[in-house]
């Protein structure tokens, strides 16, 4: 079944239901051979769903890292996988960065924005994820986070004034269907397939997210 999201750029974002997280986390890496490591978790507490973490005030509930010693965690074994998730079952899903993908990510308004103006350009897109804190993660080749201050100051951004974020080595994002607490699920925006297991190049993407962030300034 799929939800279509209002707005002026309104996308079909598919959600993966009646399926686990442990499940969805070994076709991650058995499919896409994306590494994978779990994090934190929702637990019930006085009727109301909180991280793992205690953190009462947490930023992401249910959605970071657990340990600090993460990177070393991921894995790409489907075995593997499989072994953390039975251990702790709603475990959320995160996905390293700087690994087989970069993320670009840039607020959903430019998203959807952009991924309008990349329709219209024909450009061949990779997987593109919703957060519900209203990030749009764009995945792209590994080796993004050096290339885009340069690609951006070319087409003539500064990239201090855009709201455009590359994430690389030593860095994550939650990948669907993990929960930020009561906000809701991550979902695909551009949902894995066939036809993207070939990500773009940062530069193929950098001009219409940057004209897209500039806009939503």
């Not at 075995?79 to 087989?100: F, N, Y």
Request: with cysteine.
């Amino acid at each position: 079944m799929e939800d279509t999201i209002a707005g002026a750029e309104a996308t079909q974002i598919p959600k993966q239901r009646g399926e686990s997280l442990l499940e969805t986390a070994v076709r991650y890496a058995e499919e896409r051979h994306w590494d994978v490591f779990p994090g934190t978790w929702l637990e019930p507490v006085d009727g109301m769903q909180r991280c793992s973490c205690g953190d009462g005030a947490c930023a992401a509930p249910g959605a970071h890292a657990a340990r600090p010693d993460w990177a070393t965690q991921a894995t790409g074994s489907a075995t593997v996988a499989r072994r953390m998730w039975q251990k702790q079952p709603t475990a959320s899903i995160l996905l390293p960065t700087g690994r087989t993908f970069d993320a670009i990510s840039v607020p959903e308004t430019a998203g959807f924005l952009a991924l309008a103006r990349m329709e219209r350009m024909q450009l061949t897109l990779g997987p593109v994820t919703l957060t519900p804190d209203r990030r749009m993660h764009f995945f792209v080749l590994p080796g993004a986070s050096a290339k885009v201050p340069d690609l951006v100051r070319k087409l003539g951004w500064s990239l201090g004034a855009l709201d455009l974020l590359t994430l690389g080595e030593g860095m994550y994002v939650a990948a669907p269907p993990t929960r930020f607490g009561s906000r809701g699920a991550v979902q695909w925006a551009c949902r894995p397939t066939a036809a993207n297991r070939w990500l773009p190049d940062a530069e193929e993407l950098i001009s219409p997210l940057a004209y897209a962030c500039g806009r939503d300034r």
